[in-house]
């Protein structure tokens, strides 16, 4: 079975650009994560879908970053402008509930490194 | 914010030792779970303790949870060099009624040196 997908991998942009990340989650997962990893720490929630609805955004920065999920699927996170301190890794998680629990499966993550 | 606090932050032992990291949070849970992140990798899940058990075990994995101390301890035994990486708690809350949401500590990341 497949495994959390991420695209790119590795991303480097001048600051005030715009970026987008992809996320393709395990087939069959509702509900899908995105978090930002700064250096040295734990992963953040930025927003959690369960099939295509945002059931909690309340830490994404929506001045600049976006998210959607269409169809239920995959999902795209996008910062528009990029800042220096964006510079992060975006990781995508998705999970399926079983025996009363979620369990989150994660993806590579993207690193952002904005100049 | 992070609820989970680790400590060490690192910790660099010899091949063959046991490794202890702690974990200690701040509001009642519904459970908590360990993840391991290899340098440049996702999260990788490797064992999750509800509120309502004391210890767990997988393979050269412990667990231990202490509510009333709201901490807990991840033992990996005879390690390996393998096994460095950065491990990670998470609790997720018991006030939390969507699911799992879970919130991630900074991390401890050990080294094992062969």
């Known amino acids: 079975e497949a495994g959390v997908v991420q695209s790119p991998r590795y991303k480097i942009i001048e600051k005030k650009q715009p970026v987008a990340f992809w996320c393709n989650p395990i087939?069959?997962?509702?509900?899908l994560y995105w978090y930002r990893q700064n250096l040295g720490q734990g992963p953040e929630l930025l927003i959690r879908?369960?099939?295509?609805?945002?059931?909690?955004d309340s830490q994404l920065p929506k001045d600049r970053f976006s998210a959607e999920r269409l169809k239920g699927v995959d999902s795209t996170l996008k910062i528009q402008p990029a800042e220096l301190g964006d510079s992060a890794v975006y990781l995508c998680?998705?999970?399926?509930?079983?025996?009363?629990?979620?369990?989150?499966?994660f993806g590579p993550g993207t690193r952002l490194t904005v100049t | 914010s992070q609820q989970g606090e680790e400590d060490p932050q690192a910790l660099s032992i010899q091949e063959g030792e046991n490794a202890t990291m702690n974990c200690s949070y701040k509001?009642?849970?519904?459970?908590l779970q360990w993840y391991r992140q290899n340098s440049g990798r996702g999260l990788v899940h490797l064992i999750l303790?509800?509120?309502?058990?004391r210890e767990k075990h997988s393979g050269r994995l412990r667990v231990t949870l202490d509510t009333s101390k709201k901490s807990s301890s991840l033992l990996i035994t005879a390690s390996r060099a393998a096994d460095t990486a950065s491990y990670f708690c998470?609790?997720?809350?018991?006030?939390?009624?969507?699911?799992?949401?879970?919130?991630f500590g900074g991390g401890t990341r050990l080294m094992v040196k062969p």
């Open positions: 998680a998705s999970s399926l509930y079983s025996r009363g629990l979620y369990e989150q499966y």
């Open positions: 087939s069959g997962h509702n509900t």
């Open positions: 879908y369960e099939n295509e609805e945002a059931v909690d």
């Open positions: 509001t009642s849970i519904n459970n």
């Open positions: 303790i509800r509120s309502n058990e």
């Open positions: 998470a609790t997720d809350a018991m006030n939390n009624n969507a699911g799992n949401m879970l919130t």
